[in-house]
């Protein structure tokens, strides 16, 4: 606990940010600013709340942080499917953004089993 920056999925994510952020200060995205920010806000919330659950100093108060960053990845997901179909997102863009959401989704339910156990082993 405390080291963030060593947890491949928290690297993930902050990727997935830096790009999201870059895609999103060009074309359409520039005139939207509803769905702009909201995704930037998601996509942030992402390796934010991994970092911040993981500098705390319980399982139980990490394992919440995790959780919530796992819902802003279905967050991403959704805004980038409404993205997609409306012109926003080519194939391409969109792919990379669904499939990295749904592998930093599955490395965040590994991180929480893994803490569970932890917690469990604990008490």
């Given at each position: 606990?405390?080291?963030?920056?060593?947890?491949?999925?928290?690297?993930?994510?902050?990727?997935?940010?830096?790009?999201?952020?870059?895609?999103?200060?060009?074309?359409?995205?520039?005139?939207?600013?509803?769905?702009?920010?909201?995704?930037?806000?998601?996509?942030?919330?992402?390796?934010?709340?991994?970092?911040?659950?993981?500098?705390?100093?319980?399982?139980?108060?990490?394992?919440?942080?995790?959780?919530?960053?796992?819902?802003?990845?279905?967050?991403?997901?959704?805004?980038?499917?409404?993205?997609?179909?409306?012109?926003?997102?080519?194939?391409?863009?969109?792919?990379?953004?669904?499939?990295e959401c749904r592998v930093i989704s599955?490395?965040?339910?590994?991180?929480?089993?893994?803490?569970?156990?932890?917690?469990?082993?604990?008490?």
């Amino acid at each position: 606990m405390g080291d963030f920056q060593k947890l491949k999925v928290w690297e993930r994510a902050k990727e997935l940010a830096i790009f999201l952020y870059k895609l999103t200060a060009q074309g359409e995205w520039k005139r939207d600013y509803g769905l702009r920010d909201q995704i930037r806000r998601a996509v942030v919330s992402i390796p934010s709340n991994i970092a911040e659950g993981d500098e705390l100093d319980t399982d139980r108060q990490a394992i919440r942080h995790f959780y919530i960053a796992k819902g802003s990845s279905g967050e991403v997901r959704t805004q980038a499917i409404i993205a997609h179909e409306i012109g926003y997102l080519d194939k391409e863009q969109f792919d990379h953004v669904e499939e990295e959401c749904r592998v930093i989704s599955s490395m965040l339910a590994k991180l929480i089993r893994s803490r569970i156990i932890g917690k469990n082993k604990q008490d």
